[in-house]
């Protein structure tokens, strides 16, 4: 069975819910109050593999599609999975997906760069201190328009090294830019036009 977040009626997950939406409309300036996106709540791995449409790894718990949320029920954490649960940990999941949705907004349902849309949750949803920091990029560039582990290992300390040096607004207005893209060309045009460099990890590592 597939609960809704009002079925689920878990306190602490709508607490969640609520502080997300929150800190992600104080982040992205959005403005979002109405038709807020829904949340299914999963209980089992079977449907996590029903909804995602092919059998997942169990690493798998979360993911968003067609404006909506679908989420491992916390309560089933180490049992339908490979992760355990700790509030932090899960918190910062569910506002890394609800990120993807506020990223959708702002650039009309573009969603390339993969290694901008992925690092931007990550650093977004305070996930950067979960994960071990790094010396030197050599590898989130080549995800454009595809996953791998290396997008989850660099491409949150990208985002989070531009945003300091060069600040938010810079950010959202390249993420408002992918409007116009078409290609990974005209989006390395977009960058540099933005930060005033092109984008390599030559650069990119003279900033770290």
Same mark, same amino acid.
């Given at each position: 069975?597939?609960?809704?977040? %009002? !079925?689920?009626?878990? %306190?602490?997950?709508?607490?969640?819910?609520?502080?997300?939406?929150?800190?992600?409309?104080?982040?992205?300036? =959005?403005?979002?109050?109405?038709?807020?996106?829904?949340?299914?709540?999963?209980?089992?791995?079977?449907?996590?593999?029903?909804?995602?449409?092919?059998?997942?790894?169990?690493?798998?718990?979360?993911?968003?599609?067609? @404006?909506?949320?679908?989420?491992?029920?916390?309560?089933?954490?180490?049992?339908?999975?490979?992760? %355990?649960?700790?509030?932090?940990?899960?918190?910062?999941?569910?506002?890394?997906?609800? @990120?993807?949705?506020?990223?959708?907004?702002? +650039?009309?349902?573009?969603?390339?760069?993969?290694?901008?849309?992925?690092?931007?949750?990550?650093?977004?949803?305070? !996930?950067?201190?979960?994960?071990?920091?790094?010396?030197?990029? +050599?590898?989130?560039?080549?995800?454009?328009?595809?996953?791998?582990?290396?997008?989850? !290992?660099?491409?949150?300390?990208?985002?989070?090294?531009?945003?300091?040096?060069? @600040?938010?607004?810079?950010?959202?207005?390249?993420?408002? @830019?992918?409007?116009?893209?078409?290609?990974?060309?005209?989006?390395?045009?977009?960058?540099?036009?933005?930060?005033?460099?092109? =984008?390599?990890? %030559?650069?990119?590592?003279?900033?770290?």
């Amino acid at each position: 069975m597939i609960y809704s977040l %009002k !079925q689920n009626k878990d %306190k602490v997950f709508e607490e969640m819910y609520e502080k997300s939406m929150k800190e992600l409309d104080e982040f992205y300036k =959005l403005g979002w109050k109405h038709h807020l996106p829904p949340i299914i709540i999963l209980k089992t791995r079977k449907e996590i593999d029903k909804f995602w449409g092919n059998e997942t790894e169990d690493w798998l718990v979360a993911f968003a599609d067609r @404006g909506k949320i679908f989420i491992l029920d916390r309560k089933r954490f180490g049992k339908e999975n490979s992760h %355990k649960y700790s509030y932090e940990e899960y918190y910062c999941l569910l506002k890394h997906e609800l @990120g993807h949705l506020f990223f959708e907004h702002i +650039s009309k349902g573009r969603n390339n760069p993969t290694w901008i849309n992925e690092g931007t949750q990550i650093f977004v949803a305070g !996930q950067l201190k979960f994960k071990k920091s790094i010396k030197k990029f +050599s590898k989130f560039i080549e995800h454009y328009d595809n996953w791998g582990k290396e997008v989850y !290992q660099e491409s949150g300390f990208a985002i989070e090294l531009l945003v300091k040096k060069f @600040g938010k607004e810079r950010l959202i207005n390249l993420i408002e @830019g992918l409007r116009k893209i078409s290609s990974e060309e005209e989006f390395n045009k977009l960058f540099k036009k933005i930060y005033g460099f092109e =984008l390599n990890y %030559k650069n990119m590592n003279k900033l770290l």
